[in-house]
């Protein structure tokens, strides 16, 4: 029988896309094609309870492998508590979960050869034909993007002792600066295990991942942690987006394919965050009733769009952040912004500040240069500058 939607890349996106539309569209036939051996890769996505409706937060619930009530923050200038609830999924129930409840035919280690928008051609010679087609196959190289990059090397550590944090440290950057800005990122697992990060906001998107590794056991140490056995380590360097242009970046794409995920620009701009973009995205396909090509295609080029606008002013942020200071001192950008009102900054991390909240950000002593933030404001001049195009 023919598919009514094939998922190309079994990531977050697609995932969740699926996960959706079983409870909206059981009908629906569905299959994901994942080149690996499981599904979402090895990772942890985070997010605030605020960022998602509570409808969403009910039905992400099931993924959901970690809750803690609040979150902290450490900075040279002070600490802070903040009382937002902070969530996880993990990859590992990700893949269970879809794989348990057979919410897809499935198709591991498969690979991808070409997409058009009624079908997939296999790396095997098959031909798969399909109703509708969604790219997820994760971020992709574009000369139409500005781009910084948040880079990380965790390691998921197992302690001869409890660590006592009853919640996750969302920023310690208390931390020598270095590639960037820096900061580490811990999250409690259980009372003798957590995820710890050593991540840089960083010009250039190499990763030396021995050093990291070596800096992020330090920093454990010095926490007073005593590490019996390392379990797991998980890596990423993600995009930050300073400037763009987005109809020349959906021109590199594949016509009549729709896109999701990292591969649609669908993640917040400055923090990186992926997992509300996704589950919106999901919520979007499933409201719609349409799973053919030219309306997923349609579709996910107008909520990319939608996105895009909505953002605007944090690719301006970034730009500020990666172009007006040094890069040094780019954590006193955060430590400023961390000293504000604590629901500014759930609407910050939501990707929906109002335009209050923008003016705030922007007014009172600037932690960068005025006269290099001012250079920083036309995102059509940095890319002439940067990409060559207008």
Not at 269 to 284: E, I, K
Not at 301 to 308: K, L
């Amino acid at each position: 029988m023919v598919p009514d939607l094939v998922l190309v890349g079994g990531g977050l996106a697609n995932s969740l896309i699926a996960w959706r539309l079983a409870t909206r569209r059981p009908e629906a036939r569905i299959v994901i094609l994942e080149q690996e051996g499981t599904l979402g890769g090895n990772h942890t996505w985070s997010f605030h309870g605020t960022d998602l409706s509570e409808t969403q937060r009910e039905w992400l619930a099931p993924l959901v492998e970690h809750d803690w009530r609040g979150h902290e923050v450490r900075f040279p200038a002070f600490h802070r508590q903040l009382r937002g609830s902070y969530h996880a999924v993990t990859s590992e129930r990700l893949h269970r979960e879809i794989q348990g409840r057979q919410i897809a035919d499935i198709r591991l280690g498969e690979r991808v050869r070409e997409l058009c928008a009624n079908g997939v051609a296999l790396s095997t010679g098959e031909f798969m034909p399909a109703r509708g087609v969604i790219d997820g196959r994760g971020p992709r190289h574009s000369g139409s993007l500005v781009l910084g990059y948040q880079k990380f090397i965790g390691l998921e550590l197992s302690l001869a002792t409890e660590h006592r944090l009853a919640n996750p440290i969302i920023m310690d950057a208390t931390v020598s600066q270095a590639d960037g800005y820096r900061f580490m990122y811990v999250l409690p697992l259980g009372p003798r295990r957590l995820l710890v990060e050593d991540t840089r906001y960083s010009d250039g998107a190499d990763l030396d991942d021995q050093s990291l590794r070596r800096q992020t056991l330090a920093y454990a140490a010095a926490q007073g942690w005593d590490v019996s056995e390392t379990l797991r380590e998980e890596r990423g360097v993600l995009p930050i987006l300073l400037a763009g242009d987005l109809d020349a970046y959906w021109r590199e794409g594949i016509d009549g394919v729709g896109r999701s995920g990292l591969n649609a620009a669908l993640f917040h701009p400055t923090t990186g965050y992926s997992l509300p973009y996704a589950v919106r995205l999901a919520d979007a396909i499933a409201d719609s009733g349409q799973l053919d090509g030219a309306s997923l295609a349609s579709l996910t080029r107008r909520f990319a769009d939608q996105v895009w606008r909505q953002t605007r002013f944090f690719r301006l942020l970034n730009r500020m952040l990666f172009r007006a200071g040094r890069p040094e001192h780019r954590y006193r950008v955060l430590q400023r912004f961390y000293g504000l009102n604590e629901s500014l900054i759930a609407r910050f991390y939501a990707g929906r500040p109002s335009l209050a909240d923008q003016a705030r950000l922007l007014t009172g002593k600037p932690p960068v240069p005025v006269i290099a933030a001012m250079r920083c404001l036309s995102e059509r001049k940095l890319l002439r500058r940067e990409l060559g195009n207008a």
